[in-house]
Structure formats: structure tokens, C-alpha cells
């Protein structure tokens, strides 16, 4: 049964995955696709999804997965040296050690599950990082709004999620939903519907997965 798009509020039209018999929600106006609530997993089933996942700095082809990350929608935007915070950093913080580390950033970390100390309460941050997160997330806006009230007056936010094709066989083939933790799903024009709800502004997108956002000043 079709429903109200959770972003836009247009009426949606319903791709379902008939070997796992689920439910995705497409909007055609703002081109977000939610997986049904009824097909959602717990916090208790997503914890042991990410418990799976072993990540390193000594792990260089992952070092190097981020790297792509920061030298094509970060350092582009911001100088090094900044006051910064990684959103959802996961079980091990490998991208905020990067630029610590390596590129004089001042990182905060928060994560749900590993990091749960809400410390971006009361800071203002040059940089916001938010890589594999969005996906996970039932309410968007409500997050992107978090962002953007998190970043000072020339701070940026660079996000990172695989956009969907706009394709509905495509959809269902696709590696991204066979993790069942993932619940949402952008294109770029999904992105600049966010940003306008939210006073950002798309500053750069590689039209693949990564999204880079400024404050609209206008």
C-alpha cells in the first residue's frame, strides 16, 4: 500500500522486493525511497549488523576509502586545521584519526551505538562528516536540520551514501539494500530537496555518492 513520501509529502508509488517481500516507497517529485516501516529492524538487530563491520587505520585500502572521500568533497571546502565532528563514526573512528592525525583537524566523534555522548551539544563546527550514515536514518530532515544549526557560518558538511538510479530493476538488484539496516535512499535531487527545506545549499556532488553542503545565505 502506497504512502506519503516521509521527506516531500507527495503520494508515492510502492516497488516491492518479491523474494524478500519487502516494501520500498519511491516519490517520483523528490526521488527519496523508505523502506516500509513494517520491514524496519531494531536498534538490537542493526547493533549486531555493525558489529560486523572491522575497521583499522592500519587497514590502508580502507584508509584509502576515505581518502577518495576527503580530497573529493572535503579538503576541496575547507582548510585543514579545523574544529570538526564525524556523525555516526562508527565501531572504530578511522576518519576522524585521518585528520587528526594527519591534517591538524580537532575532531569530535559521535556514533549511536559506540560513541553515544551527545558532544556536539553547544559546539559550532568548520567541518561536519556523515560517511555510510544517512541510509540508516528514518527522519532525514530532522538530522540535516541538526546539521546544518551544527556548522559555523562558512562551515561545510560532506556527506557520503550511494544514490539509487531511478531505476526500479535496478533497485531491486542493488548491493545497498541487501543490508537490512538500510531504510533510505537519495539521488541528487533528493539532496537539493534537503537542502532547501533545510537553508543549506549543494555546493558540490559527484552525482554517485558524495554531497557536499554550505549555510544558504541568501
Known amino acids: 500500500m502506497s504512502q506519503k ?3 516531500c509529502e507527495s503520494q508515492t508509488k510502492v516497488i516491492q522486493h518479491r523474494k524478500s517481500n ?16 513494517n ?8 547493533f549486531k549488523i555493525y558489529n560486523y563491520h572491522i575497521n583499522s587505520i592500519e587497514d590502508t585500502r580502507y584508509v584509502d576509502y576515505f581518502y577518495e572521500f576527503l580530497n573529493d568533497a572535503v579538503f576541496k571546502y575547507v582548510n585543514r586545521g579545523k574544529k570538526g565532528l564525524d556523525f555516526g563514526s562508527g565501531p572504530s573512528p578511522v576518519l576522524a584519526q585521518i585528520l587528526e592525525r594527519y591534517h591538524g583537524y580537532n575532531m569530535d566523534i559521535y556514533d549511536i551505538f559506540y ?17 555510510e550514515v544517512i541510509e540508516h536514518l528514518k527522519n532525514p530532515l530532522e538530522y540535516f536540520k ?9 562551515g561545510v558538511l560532506s556527506i557520503m551514501t550511494q544514490f539509487h538510479h531511478n531505476d526500479d530493476a535496478h533497485f531491486l538488484n542493488w548491493h545497498y539494500i541487501r543490508d537490512e539496516s538500510h531504510i533510505s535512499f537519495y539521488t541528487p535531487k533528493t539532496m537539493k530537496y534537503i537542502a532547501e527545506q533545510t537553508g543549506l545549499k549543494i555546493i558540490y556532488t559527484n552525482g554517485i555518492k558524495y554531497t557536499t553542503f554550505a549555510i544558504d545565505s541568501q
Open 5 to 7: 513520501c516521509i521527506l
Open 39 to 46: 520491514a524496519i529492524i531494531s536498534l538490537e538487530e542493526e
Open 115 to 131: 560513541s553515544p555522548q551527545k558532544v556536539y551539544l553547544k559546539n559550532k563546527y568548520d567541518l561536519v562528516t556523515c560517511t
Open 22 to 37: 519487502v516494501d520500498y516507497h519511491y516519490c517520483k517529485e523528490c526521488e527519496f525511497i523508505s523502506k516500509d516501516n
Open 146 to 154: 541538526l546539521f546544518k544549526e551544527l556548522l559555523i557560518e562558512d
